[in-house]
């Protein structure tokens, strides 16, 4: 427990750093990230080594374009990784990154009002330091705010996502060690049950398993958000499943929980191949990589909230397609 505490001071006060605009990126990224830093962020940016590397390929430029940038965190906490094979103490943060939108970034044109990227993070400590992040953010959700489409029609809802509906998922004290083993115990088996495809159960009865019949599913733009078991089975899990195939095994890179917050990530965290319509792209043999953030929420014995960033735009890039590049070339 002290070294979730220690691990949260790390990361608490690395986000006080960066936000603070008296003090310039390079020196807080030096004092706070290792020289041999591991960087993985969403398309284009992808791995990102050393804290001079990073300044330059992504701090900086959002800084520029997203003036007055504001973290509005939502979620916060810690665990030790339960990957087996792996180690390390994670924190991990949820929320949006605010300001306003003034100078293009990744060549989104400028809208001169208030945007929001959503984002999550996973930092891992070592001492006083970061060694590795995953910092997963939902560009199209920018796009969309500055008036240009990705990928067209969704079927579910595209909103700028709430945090917790109990909202105590800043989680700055100690918590109950036996509580975190209940929500990584429940993400597990909901892992078990969903992550291969494979049950002999009806799907809404298979998620009855893990799932609260309320749930909440913030789904990233191009798939978008919904709720109660039946219209997520309806409006995401379903058309998913049906227009995929042969899935690879999950594999994750960290895996954490503490309270009743859970969450993990993997690089991939699978693969699987198109054989139907998703996000307009048509049908191959090549299997997508599918880069994936969750973060969850258990009431009870049942996962009630989730919240997934999935770099679709690097799916679409395995695909053969850069989406990002065509809908601003588009948009010109």
Known sequence: MSDLQAAKSVAKAFHAALDDPSQALADTLKRHLSPDHLWRGFHPFNEVTGPEALVETFWQPLHESLTHLQRREDVFFAGQNRIAGQNGTWVASMGHLMGLFDAPFLGIPPTGKLAFLRYAEFLKIDGDRITETAMFFDVPHLMDQAGISVFGPQRAAELVQPGPATHDGILLDRQDPGEG???????????????????????????RLTWDERMLWWGPTGIGATYTIE?????????????????????????????????????????????????????????GAFRVIDMYRRKGDKLVENWIFIDLLHFAKTQGRDMLAEALAKAR
């Open 181 to 207: 083993d209940k929500t990584l115990k429940i993400l597990n088996q909901m892992i078990a049950n969903l992550g291969q495809w494979q049950s002999d159960l009806p799907l809404e009865e298979e998620l």
């Open 231 to 287: 219209r997520y089975a309806k409006q995401h899990a379903g058309p998913f499943r049906a227009n995929f195939s042969a899935r690879s095994g999950t594999g994750h890179i960290a895996r954490i929980a503490e309270g009743h917050y859970a969450g993990f990530f993997g690089w991939p965290n699978f693969t699987a191949r198109l054989t139907g319509d998703f996000l307009g792209l048509p049908a191959s043999d090549t299997p």
